[in-house]
């Protein structure tokens, strides 16, 4: 499985920006597929996640009711929508295709970040 994150850019806090994750080789039809994110002098920190045959999503309390994971099967696609952005939201994004959270960093897929800016 190959992914391609994309949708990054610069946003005003309180904006909104739509992250996308292609994926393409192998599917992962057991696997969940997540975003992770990065900051500047920070350990990348988990932000949400979707299983991708029944589609049951996880969030991390930072981003509960603000960002909505889902995923497009026909198009091998995942989103991750992120409404009433913060300051602190600004990291690089990475999505990410494993058998579980916890062993998406150890056994899982990565694509490239992308980065996502929001200003004060």
């Known amino acids: 499985v190959q992914l391609q994150a994309s949708g990054g850019g610069l946003v005003q806090a309180g904006g909104s920006l739509r992250l996308s994750c292609a994926a393409s080789?192998?599917?992962?039809?057991?696997?969940?597929m997540g975003w992770f994110r990065q900051a500047p002098g920070k350990e990348r920190e988990f932000v949400a996640a979707?299983?991708?045959?029944?589609?049951?999503?996880y969030y991390a309390d930072s981003v509960k009711g603000r960002f909505t994971i889902s995923r497009d099967k026909a198009k091998n696609t995942g989103y991750l929508q992120m409404n009433s952005l913060k300051p602190e939201d600004t990291a690089v994004y990475y999505c990410?295709?494993?058998?579980?959270?916890?062993?998406?960093?150890?056994?899982?897929?990565w694509g490239q970040g992308t980065l996502v800016t929001v200003s004060s």
């Open positions: 979707i299983t991708w045959s029944g589609g049951i999503t």
């Open positions: 080789g192998r599917t992962f039809s057991s696997y969940l």
């Open positions: 990410a295709a494993g058998p579980s959270i916890a062993r998406m960093t150890s056994e899982g897929r």
